[in-house]
């Protein structure tokens, strides 16, 4: 069996990653091909393109770098038309792969998109494109299915694949790794997987580390990064800043530093939901540029933007956005967490809500899928 898999972000080299490896336990004569991230690859797949090559596609990434990311789509589907695999599978990154996929689809190949466009809360407009496009879609969120049940798009929940993978471990285990005591009081900072959001939020985390340490002097602060770019970057920006901040730095395991934290302050994203179903309490923050800012205000139809304040229930973690995303917002709430033991355990008890709701055993579930598109 052939199968054609595209990821666009290190989240969904992460997905595609653990679903090549569910699908070669029931298959070991799978072949997957297309445009890899390095997780892929050591699950042994063949990159065609590799991650880096599409891997900014941000507004302002998108913009900056147009030409090419278009030339490796036009090119990698008029390979695909050539040399037709069993089935398409495009993980997240609408934006990229749907346009893959309408092209596919109206050829004759199955096409499959793991991880649905968020119609449902912006640019809804997409949802036709996505009945185009799509012969099956994969939802990972409980509450997306309404919308998508109305257009009579084929669609499966089967929950986030990173609630099936990651398990409350020992706190103490990965304090112990990273050289930190079992009653420190640990804050974990992720301002990122991408270099903008590096620039625009370091910063910020960093002024807040600061103005914690004024009511906590004995924290410890602890840094993740995804690439050695991203912690250039930071590291770049803390010594222009010139302040005496000793974090500790690390690269490529942004779970075992969540899993070592009490409190993670984060970007929007992957990070807040990791945080979430490890159980550590998350302060969410985020800032785009302009345009970008404006964009969302106009196509927005929700007033939340972490993923976790969509869950039943209402809003779940503080978050600050744009011009709220300031020091003062982010230490208040920080020490919020810290001091007020029922807020955090209210907190606490919705993340487990969540993850509860997210286990469905998700690549299980898609595996089923691509081998019934591929008629096996």
Partial sequence: MRIAMVVAEASGDNIAANLICTMKAQNPDV????????SMIQQGARAI???????SLGVEG????L????????????????NPPDVFVGIDAPDFNLKIEERLRKAGIPTLQYVAPTVWAWRGYRIH???????????IY??????????????????????????????????????????????????????????????????TATELLKTKPNLKFIAPFTSESTHTTFENIRCGMN?????????????????ASDIVIAASGTAALESALCGKPVVVSYR?????YWMVRVLSKTRHYSMLNHFDGGPTIPEFMQNQCTVENISRETLKLMSDTGYRNHILEKFNSIAQQLKCNANQLAAQEIFRLAGQ
């Fill in 142 to 207: 409980p509450f997306e299915g309404e919308l998508i049940e109305r257009t009579g798009i084929p669609y499966k929940y089967i929950g986030h694949p990173l609630a099936d993978q990651i398990a409350v471990r020992s706190t103490t285990n990965y304090r112990e790794k990273y050289g930190l005591n079992e009653d420190d009081w640990v804050v974990a900072l992720l301002p990122g997987s991408r270099t903008n959001e590096v620039k625009r939020l370091a910063a910020i985390f960093l002024q």
């Fill in 129 to 139: 494109k996505l009945k185009r496009a799509v012969s099956q879609l994969l939802t």
């Fill in 49 to 55: 393109y590799k991650l880096d090559d599409i891997a």
């Fill in 62 to 65: 998108l913009f900056s770098r």
């Fill in 31 to 38: 072949e997957v091909s297309g445009i890899c991230g390095p």
């Fill in 288 to 292: 785009v540029s302009l345009m970008t």
């Fill in 243 to 259: 302040i005496d901040l000793p974090v500790q730095v690390v690269v490529n395991d942004s779970l075992g530093v969540i899993e």
């Fill in 67 to 82: 030409h090419k990311i278009l030339k490796i789509r036009r090119d990698y589907v008029n390979s695909l038309l050539e």
